[in-house]
């Protein structure tokens, strides 16, 4: 097989963006998820189930 710069280019591209894709997925998270599932739950959820998930939150009577 005749290694051509039309090859070269294309491993070359190919090379780059496999790199690239394995260091954007490497990044972590800006917050963990226990972190976020607890923030997620106070403001969405806590509210009628209550911190503790036992449905005693305020608005659990409405």
Do not use: F
């Not at 690239?20 to 800006?30: D, K, M, N, S």
């Not at 972190?35 to 911190?51: F, Q, R, T, V």
């Amino acid at each position: 097989m005749e290694v051509t710069v039309e090859h070269l280019n294309v491993s070359v591209w190919t090379l780059a963006i496999a790199i690239g894709l394995t260091l954007i997925a490497r990044e972590a998270p800006a917050q963990s998820v226990p972190d976020y599932g607890k923030a997620e739950y106070e403001s969405n959820c806590a509210s009628c189930h209550g911190l503790g998930g036992k449905g005693d939150g305020p608005l659990s009577e409405a």
